[in-house]
């Protein structure tokens, strides 16, 4: 999984694999292990709940949504799946996206376990 930060927003792509695992109602976990001790911890899940949801806390961010929604981007062609979180005066932009094959790049970007490009797109 990765993520990225932009324009408080956060973008989380996904591989195959961890795509399965989420459509299954599970989660994906990565982190960041800094010197000095620190870490940053980012989850992406499914959720029994009806809407998305994102929090950061004790240095983990932590993405929600719901698992019928999951499923139904899973199965279908869709590329991602994209909502706002809002509160306490502030709104942040997420997206989940299905991590798509890089056919231009140095080779350690290359995910072999990322969903097939269309033909004639690059990364």
Same mark, same amino acid.
């Given at each position: 999984?990765?993520?990225?930060?932009?324009?408080?927003?956060?973008?989380?792509?996904?591989?195959? #694999? %961890?795509?399965?695992?989420? !459509?299954?109602?599970?989660?994906?976990?990565? &982190? +960041?292990?800094? @010197? *000095?001790?620190?870490?940053?911890?980012?989850?992406?899940?499914?959720? #029994? %709940?009806?809407?998305?949801? !994102?929090?950061?806390?004790?240095?983990?961010? &932590? +993405?929600?949504? @719901? *698992?019928?929604?999951?499923?139904?981007?899973?199965?279908?062609?869709?590329?991602?799946?994209?909502?706002?979180?809002?509160?306490?005066?502030?709104?942040? &932009? +997420?997206?989940?996206?299905?991590?798509?094959?890089?056919?231009?790049?140095?080779?350690?970007?290359?995910?072999?376990?990322?969903?097939?490009?269309?033909?004639?797109?690059?990364?």
């Amino acid at each position: 999984m990765k993520l990225r930060f932009r324009n408080n927003s956060l973008r989380l792509r996904v591989n195959r #694999p %961890e795509v399965e695992n989420l !459509a299954a109602g599970g989660a994906v976990e990565e &982190r +960041v292990d800094f @010197p *000095g001790g620190a870490r940053l911890a980012y989850i992406l899940e499914s959720s #029994p %709940e009806s809407a998305p949801s !994102a929090s950061f806390q004790d240095g983990v961010v &932590r +993405v929600s949504a @719901p *698992g019928w929604q999951i499923k139904d981007w899973a199965r279908g062609e869709a590329i991602g799946l994209y909502f706002h979180v809002s509160g306490e005066g502030a709104e942040l &932009r +997420v997206a989940i996206e299905k991590d798509l094959q890089c056919v231009e790049g140095p080779a350690e970007e290359r995910d072999p376990d990322a969903f097939a490009r269309a033909a004639g797109k690059n990364c």
